[in-house]
């Protein structure tokens, strides 16, 4: 069974957006976490940051990208959650580890934290009506 269609038979909740939301968000979402986290990883390398506080950024990178192939190409609904949290973590951990040094990271990635945690109820959601 293809992907999508894989998708469009789970049991989904009442508040899944639909289908088209998802590029044009994303589209935004990773405008922001290019130059924010771009940035993050430039302080590092000019070692104005440990890599201690790098390293949250990076991991949600990691787990961030992980997420389509695990829920799309696996349908896995189980790892796709525990990917889900593990975005969400990370996330937190990185913008409140970088808040001393750079506070507009922290700020300019708001809406990625918000969309995150939508997103994360979302599949949770998803994985248990499944």
């Known amino acids: 069974m293809q992907n999508y269609e894989w998708y469009q038979l ?3 909740p009442s508040f899944a957006p639909p289908a088209w939301v998802f ?3 994303w ?12 940035y993050v990883f430039y302080l ?3 070692r104005r940051i440990s890599f201690a506080i790098a390293l949250p950024f990076l ?3 990691v787990f961030n990208f992980a997420f389509t192939p695990v829920l799309f190409g696996l349908q896995n609904l189980t790892l796709a959650s525990i ?10 951990w990185g913008v409140v580890v970088i808040y001393r040094t750079a506070r507009w990271v922290t700020w ?3 809406p990625y934290v918000v969309w995150v945690g939508f997103a994360t109820v979302l599949q949770l959601t998803i994985f248990f009506l499944n």
């Open 10 to 12: 789970l049991i989904k």
């Open 23 to 25: 590029g044009p968000v």
């Open 27 to 38: 589209t935004i979402l990773y405008i922001l976490i290019a130059i924010s986290f771009g």
């Open 44 to 46: 590092w390398f000019r």
């Open 59 to 61: 991991l949600n990178l």
């Open 83 to 92: 990917d889900i949290l593990l975005v969400l973590g990370t996330l937190i």
């Open 108 to 110: 300019i990635n708001i």
